[in-house]
């Protein structure tokens, strides 16, 4: 994840999620400026992107989806 501006990173290989899965790395930011959801999400048929679950992302945590 990038805080500036707000995208994912290119996915890289990495030991430790569960296969199958993906990590989300969240960088350091200051919770109390910002608030950021992580999760997964479905992309419509008119492209939008909507996530479908989330939980609130914790500063310099990994979140496996």
């Known amino acids: 994840m990038v805080v500036t501006p707000l995208s994912l990173m290119t996915p890289i290989s990495a030991i430790g999620p ?4 993906f990590r989300i790395i969240v960088p ?5 400026l910002q608030k950021f959801n992580v999760g997964s999400a479905v992309q ?3 492209q939008s ?3 479908s679950n989330f939980v609130t992302a914790f500063p310099t945590t990994n979140l496996d989806c």
């Open 18 to 21: 569960e296969q199958g899965s």
């Open 28 to 32: 350091t930011f200051d919770p109390n």
């Open 44 to 46: 419509k048929l008119d």
């Open 49 to 51: 992107i909507v996530l």
